[in-house]
Nanobody, 125 residues
Framework: VQLQASGGGLVQAGGSLRLSCAASGRTISRDTMAWFRQAPGKERNFVAALFRSGYSPVYAEAVKGRFTISRDNAKNTMYLQMNSLKPEDTAVYYC???????????????????WGQGTLVTVSS
């Protein structure tokens, strides 16, 4: 499967953005989908994940209550709605997919076999 992330840009603190991750090549309806991010000079970190059921999303503590992950299997697309953005949210955001993730490894990069190219989100103060 090929993943294409989009929707990044420059936004002021307190603003909102919606990222999209469009899949092609096969359906992602049976995949666990996730977002990771990598700030300049830092490691890539887990942001959010959603099992194929679409229920019980999992979020990193840093984004809980501000970000919402969702998916539209009919469009073969995943989303990340980001509200109340902070300068520390500035990063390249990557989407990822895997058909074999278990809950205990949900936040691990190694659990995901397919990655998008990343989209840059810059939050100004």
């Amino acid at each position: 499967v090929q993943l294409q992330a989009s929707g990044g840009g420059l936004v002021q603190a307190g603003g909102s953005l919606r990222l999209s991750c469009a899949a092609s090549g096969r359906t992602i309806s049976r995949d666990t989908m996730a977002w990771f991010r990598q700030a300049p000079g830092k490691e890539r970190n887990f942001v959010a994940a959603l099992f194929r059921s679409g229920y019980s999303p999992v979020y990193a503590e840093a984004v809980k209550g501000r970000f919402t992950i969702s998916r539209d299997n009919a469009k073969n697309t995943m989303y990340l709605q980001m509200n109340s953005l902070k300068p520390e949210d500035t990063a390249v955001y990557y989407c990822a997919a895997s058909s074999s993730v278990i809950r205990s490894t949900l936040a691990s990069q190694n659990a995901y076999h397919n990655w998008g190219q990343g989209t840059l989100v810059t939050v100004s103060s």
